[in-house]
């Protein structure tokens, strides 16, 4: 389970990270944080996100629409994506909640439902991301030229090594 200090944190995630980690506890559903924060906590430290996707059931977006005071928008018209949508703005960055996430790939929309579920540790709680491989095939399905470049970039970071590495039991 990566462990990441408050202090490891940028100071722009630190209260996304913070509010999240709070907030989440009132979910029903499994959550993820996805794409370049995902990335970030799963060793990619560059370039820095500039939002935090944060994917949940339809029935938690609504849930968090409601505690957040958001009000569900329309994203942009995409060809690629759709979901419940809505966006709460923190001080230094932006929370995109994504209920339901569906994705068009091989010619039909397709529910985004990570298989795996890592806990990110921090000081102000946990979070959840896909495994870095799991990650990696996300960001290649999206198949845009950030995600590409972020998938190529993931690859490249050296997998922690399973020699001293503590698991449970």
């Known amino acids: ?11 722009r995630l630190q209260a996304a990270v913070q509010f ?12 993820w944080i996805i794409g370049s924060s995902a990335a970030f906590f799963s060793g990619l430290q560059h370039p820095m996100p500039n939002d935090v996707d944060l994917l949940v ?8 629409f409601a505690q957040w005071q958001v009000k569900p928008t329309e994203p942009a018209p ?5 979901s419940l949508f809505g966006i709460h703005s923190l001080r230094t960055i932006d929370i995109e909640i ?4 569906e994705i068009f790939a091989d010619g039909e929309w397709q529910r985004l439902e990570p298989k795996t579920r890592e806990r990110v540790a921090t000081e102000a709680g946990c979070l959840f991301v896909p495994a870095r491989g ?21 690859e490249m970071i050296p997998q922690p ?5 503590k698991f449970p039991g």
């Open 161 to 165: 090594s399973a020699l001293g590495a």
């Open 98 to 101: 994504m209920g339901d996430l």
């Open 78 to 82: 995409s060809k690629l994506f759709r």
């Open 134 to 154: 799991e990650q990696i095939s996300i960001l290649r399905l999206f198949g845009r030229p950030k995600d590409m470049a972020r998938a190529d970039a993931l």
């Open 1 to 11: 389970m990566p462990q990441h200090g408050l202090s490891s944190i940028p100071d």
């Open 57 to 64: 059931s339809a029935r938690d977006a609504r849930r968090l």
């Open 20 to 31: 999240i980690a709070a907030e989440s506890v009132s979910l029903e559903d499994a959550w």
